[in-house]
């Protein structure tokens, strides 16, 4: 009944947020003269990319640690491992030898972009066709080589508990790293070296015939797969097994007598999580035009804990609220903190190169401990309870009605 | 009526060496009530928890409608129509009292909203409750949440280890008298009781387990006369 009431209001809601996002992505053409903050260039559009990427990560981290009980600790291994199977499948045959020139060409003679250009034509429509086909056959596959994984390592992992399960989950994202770093592999994955050349976010863009952009989409496009996977999560977790999930994070012992089947339903979880986590490392791979090993350390890992434990271990629309805040925060909002100022003659004291991080720190520290909870808790982000929080007598009177104090959940 | 729905013979469990239950028989009837009483460490949750697949016996057999369920994963024996209320209520704190409810039907996919409104029909208070989370219920209503989800599964026997745990004397009344409702209306119960009073009131047969071992059994009433059962569990 409450789904069907939310069903609408979502949807509307989802709309315009991606609306919004193609034009303010290109009002800069549309208006001329804006500030620098409406250019193209501007870091506003980095945190927005980043944290698209990074919310759907989020997202994918609170399915296994805030739904299901399971504290993993794996999210930056099935990251690389989806963003080494977008670019190992999508760099076109012609930039291979560029890419893989320490090791005289890459071993693996396929490409998806190529593949669909060779249906649909390299230029005009059959191009963009070809382009969009090879990216989400791309992303589906290193979601699904993720998921693989997940589904191999979860025999011996998810027998584990707790700590144990964090510690194995992240000493397999290490190995991966390593692995995926080793010269024997040269030739598949490029080594130490970086792999590029693939499609980015930034190959969305509308151009015409001289290369001028027309339809900015580079941000828009992040924001919409983003999105679907999202919602999709959000409909599992909605379902008959996100409620089976939910009852063995409550109660593990409990849900068994109720004829939930744990080891199913955890590696169901795990692999739907991992699934997700490997679509995310590809599209970070986009993000960052190039994917490399290096990059997806533990350290990623905690990253994406800290923004689900900031927005809410349980809640979706918390870890992505939490997301867009660490990503602006981490990037953008107290970069200032890292440059030297002075007013007037005088210099600022304590801002310096690496200041940023210890002002970061603290503020972390400060919405751990007065947002104990995170900042949704459990809760959900809803029209609801948006307008009742804008009107607060209501909300308290409603309160008095229903003692429950659950009527803004979904 | 007097058709066997559950047959246990010579069970066996043990806990790293130490052994729980010593080879213990016995049979509920269908439309039956049967308890099962004794003192803590006697063996009764072990017995309840090996028949429900929770734990594995170490030797012995249990067959449920004529089909040997012994050591299989509980999954398998609830899809077979055995449910259980565990001990402790164990209700799930952070879903709603829904939510619980439809956990209880989980291996059902099929309409579940005439099982809610029986459900509802027997505790008029969880309706009230529905959206409230599990957590905030008072012990009572989580005995009864309990006890609801567990027949959401639509058993064809309900074992209920302890549903009097930690209540006041007017709700485990209360809950008894459910009890006597589900029966009633056509579920097989194993009752498992530490208060044996109550328990020997409302079953048509029960079991004595002492050490692992059944050292009485009769009907409600011969056992309430017994005079080592009143000495021992009566405190008359």
């Not at chain 2, 010593?22 to 803590?40: C, D, K, P, Y």
Request: hydrophobic letters at 50%; glycine letters at 10%.
């Amino acid at each position: 009944m409450k789904q069907k009431n939310n069903l609408i209001p979502a949807l509307t809601g989802i709309i315009l947020l991606l609306v919004f996002v193609i034009l303010l992505e290109n009002i800069s053409s549309l208006i001329p003269n804006l500030p620098q903050v409406f250019q193209p260039t501007s870091p506003l559009f980095t945190v927005l990319k980043k944290a698209a990427v990074y919310s759907l990560v989020a997202v994918s981290m609170n399915l296994l640690n805030g739904f299901t009980g399971l504290f993993s600790l794996g999210q930056a291994g099935f990251m690389l491992l989806g963003a080494y199977t977008y670019a190992i499948l999508t760099v076109p045959s012609d930039m291979k030898d560029q890419v893989y020139y320490l090791f005289g060409g890459c071993a693996f003679d396929f490409s998806l972009v190529d593949f669909f250009r060779s249906i649909f034509g390299a230029g005009g429509f059959g191009g963009a066709v070809a382009l969009v086909l090879a990216c989400l056959t791309a992303l589906i596959l290193a979601g699904c080589v993720a998921g693989l994984f997940a589904y191999l390592i979860g025999f011996p992992v998810l027998r584990l508990k707790s700590d144990y399960l964090a510690i194995a989950t992240l000493g397999f994202a290490e190995i991966l790293r390593a692995i995926f770093q080793w010269q024997k592999l040269g030739p598949i994955t490029n080594g130490a070296n970086m792999i590029k050349g693939f499609p980015t976010f930034s190959d969305f863009n509308i151009t015409d015939s001289s290369g001028n952009v027309i339809l900015r989409l580079s941000t828009f496009v992040p924001f919409l797969l983003t999105t679907i996977c999202i919602v999709l999560i959000v409909c599992l977790i909605n379902s008959s097994y996100g409620r089976a999930f939910k009852s063995i994070r409550d109660d593990e012992i409990a849900s068994e007598a109720m004829g939930i089947g744990l080891f199913k339903h955890k590696t169901m979880s795990f692999v739907i999580s991992s699934f997700f986590a490997g679509v995310g490392g590809g599209m970070f791979a986009m993000y960052v035009a190039n994917a490399q090993a290096k990059a997806f350390t533990s350290t990623m890992t905690y990253e994406i804990l800290l923004i689900v434990v900031i927005g809410g271990i349980g809640s979706v629309s918390g870890s992505i609220i939490a997301t867009f805040l660490y990503v602006a925060c981490s990037e953008w909002w107290l970069r200032f903190l890292d440059s030297e100022m002075y007013i007037g003659g005088f210099k600022v004291p304590l801002l310096r190169n690496g200041f940023r991080m210890v002002v970061f720190s603290v503020v972390i520290m400060v919405i751990v401990l007065f947002f104990s909870q995170g900042i949704m808790g459990d809760r959900e982000l809803d029209l609801k309870a948006i307008t009742g929080y804008l009107t607060g007598k209501k909300r308290a009177k409603a309160k008095e009605k229903v003692p429950a104090g659950k009527e803004g959940d979904k | 009526m007097s058709e066997e729905i559950l047959q246990i013979r010579d069970l066996e469990i043990s806990y790293g060496g130490i052994d729980a239950v010593r080879g213990i028989s016995f049979n509920v009837n269908a439309g039956e009530i049967v308890t099962l009483i004794g003192a803590n460490g006697a063996g009764k949750s072990s017995t309840l928890r090996a028949v429900s697949g929770l734990i594995k016996p170490k030797a012995g057999t249990v067959t449920f409608c004529g089909e040997d369920i012994t050591g299989k994963d509980p999954n398998a024996i609830v899809s077979k129509g055995l449910m259980m209320v565990p001990e402790g209520r164990r209700i799930f704190p952070n879903l709603t009292v829904l939510e619980n409810l439809k956990i209880g039907a989980y291996l059902r996919d099929d309409d579940l909203e005439q099982d809610i409104e029986m459900v509802y029909g027997y505790f008029p208070r969880l309706k009230e409750r529905s959206w409230q989370e599990g957590g905030t219920l008072s012990g009572g209503e989580q005995q009864m949440l309990a006890v609801g989800r567990a027949l959401m599964g639509r058993p064809k026997l309900l074992m209920m280890d302890e549903p009097s745990l930690g209540l006041a004397p007017i709700v485990v009344q209360g809950i008894f008298e459910i009890i006597n409702r589900i029966h009633e209306a056509g579920t097989t119960v194993l009752l498992i009781e530490q208060n044996a009073n109550m328990a020997l009131h409302v079953a048509d047969r029960a079991y004595v387990l002492e050490n692992g071992k059944i050292a009485a059994e009769g009907t409600g009433r011969e056992l309430l006369a017994d005079e080592k059962v009143k000495a021992a569990y009566l405190g008359t």
